[in-house]
Every structure is written in structure tokens, then in C-alpha cells.
């Protein structure tokens, strides 16, 4: 019965010599996975490698969360020899919640639609190359996802991405080149702040041809400051032959 199960969440990894984890890799029919880490020892990661590359085939939503925010994440697969990114061949959910490096095989990964990314600390490299992924169609950022306060999402990145929800109190505001995110309707900020020496929270989404709808949340904001941020918005995208809906509210 064990190896027909197609659920399998909150699995505790947390002896010294990863043996909770040793079976999972054995159930060729798991859909999703859901692991907590709570120890950072060498034969931990292994087992998590070698579980994750057990149900590969099958496996379509995978969610890990380490306890510990010292711990940084490794699940960049050296430990599973067999490992191919081609090996993933219905993953469509990912949700980490842990520092760590973004491992290169995300953006191999052709059916990774949707990413929840949480304590990763990413810098814009990492940003850059998550916009790698080129069957990314959303990317929720929370709490500390990203080490700095400015997301810029480069030209030619995040082809395939149509909602982009950022939480995360230490971002203060997002960027749009032209060529960016251009695939890109809907974008949910919940902002802390606004720094007015940092200029536009939300710039540059007139490069987005198919943005619909904005949703900016201000918890620390009072609503004339919301007012001029939507009205420079309005005034940003007139040009757009669908009128772009932007609400905004303090709470």
C-alpha cells in the first residue's frame, strides 16, 4: 500500500543519519512531497537528494522547509549520481523555504510552472538566472526571499511569467526593463514602506504589453500616498488600449 501512496507531506528529517528520509525514495507513485529539515549534516542533504531523485518520474509538487534560519539548503543533486534535470518530468511546484543557493537544475526543468521562494536571501544573480525558467508561470516572494531592496527583472527573463506576488517587508520596490516579465498580467505588492529617495515602488511596467491588473497594498502607507502612486501608474500606462486596473489599500 506504502509504495501506491501519491501524498506524502510534513516528513520529518531530522535524525543525525538521514533514515527518515531513506524510504521516500521508494514511492514511485508520489504527486507531492512535502520534507522538514531540521538538522544540516551531510548525510541529511544526501538522503534529501536521493529521495528527491527516487520519485522524479512522478513526482509533480515538491515543498521544503528547513527550521533552522542558519541552515543553508543544499539541493543541488551532487549527491544523487543519477540525477538529471530531465529526470523531473512533471514538476510543477516548487516552494522552498530555507537559505539557499538556487540550484541550476530549476531552470532546466521544462513543466516548473510555479515557485514560492521564502528565506532565500536571493541576490540579482539568482534572480536572473530563476528568470531562466522558461515554463515559469508564477513566482509568490515572501519574508527575506530577497537580500536586497530592489527586484529588477532583466531583459529576455521570466518569458512565460503571468503573476508576480511579492511579500516580503525587505523589498521596497520592483523594476521592468524593456523585454522583461513581457508575457506578465498581474502583479500583487504588498508594500511596508515607500522610499521616496528610491523613487517609483512599481516602475517601468509600461514595458509590460499584457499587464492587467496591480494590486498594491500599503500597511505602513496612508492612502494619499497610495493616491499619487496610482495616479502616476494611470498615468504611466494611458497609452494601453485596455484601460490596466491598479487598486490599492492600506491593510
Request: net charge neutral; proline share 2%.
Amino acid at each position: 500500500m506504502m509504495r501506491h501512496m501519491e501524498t506524502l507531506t510534513r516528513v520529518q528529517g531530522s535524525d543525525q543519519d538521514g533514515k527518515d528520509l531513506e524510504g521516500v525514495g521508494k514511492l514511485l507513485h508520489l504527486r507531492k512531497l512535502g520534507v522538514v529539515v531540521h538538522a544540516n549534516n551531510h548525510s541529511t542533504i544526501k538522503s534529501l537528494q536521493r529521495a528527491i531523485n527516487g520519485v522524479a518520474d512522478s513526482l509533480r509538487s515538491l515543498s521544503i522547509w528547513v527550521t533552522n534560519e542558519d541552515v543553508i539548503l543544499d539541493i543541488s543533486m551532487q549527491f544523487a549520481a543519477s540525477f538529471s534535470a530531465s529526470n523531473l518530468l512533471v514538476l510543477e511546484n516548487l516552494d522552498i523555504r530555507a537559505k539557499c543557493n538556487l540550484p541550476p537544475w530549476i531552470k532546466e526543468v521544462k513543466t516548473l510552472a510555479n515557485i514560492t521562494l521564502c528565506r532565500t536571501d536571493m541576490k540579482q544573480g539568482h534572480l536572473d538566472a530563476l528568470g531562466g525558467a522558461h515554463g515559469l508561470r508564477c513566482l509568490r516572494l515572501l519574508e527575506k526571499s530577497s537580500s536586497q531592496r530592489e527586484l529588477s527583472f532583466s531583459s529576455g527573463k521570466f518569458k512565460a511569467l503571468e503573476v508576480l506576488v511579492v511579500d516580503d517587508t525587505n523589498i521596497s520596490s520592483i523594476h521592468f526593463v524593456e523585454g522583461a516579465a513581457d508575457m506578465l498580467e498581474k502583479i500583487v505588492f504588498h508594500m511596508r514602506t515607500m522610499d521616496k529617495e528610491e523613487g517609483d515602488p512599481c516602475s517601468g511596467t509600461h514595458h509590460l504589453p499584457n499587464l492587467k491588473r496591480v494590486q498594491l497594498t500599503g500597511h505602513s502607507l496612508d492612502m494619499q500616498q497610495l493616491s499619487h502612486l496610482k495616479q502616476a501608474m494611470d498615468e504611466q500606462n494611458a497609452f494601453r488600449y485596455n484601460k490596466l486596473l491598479v487598486r490599492t489599500s492600506t491593510a
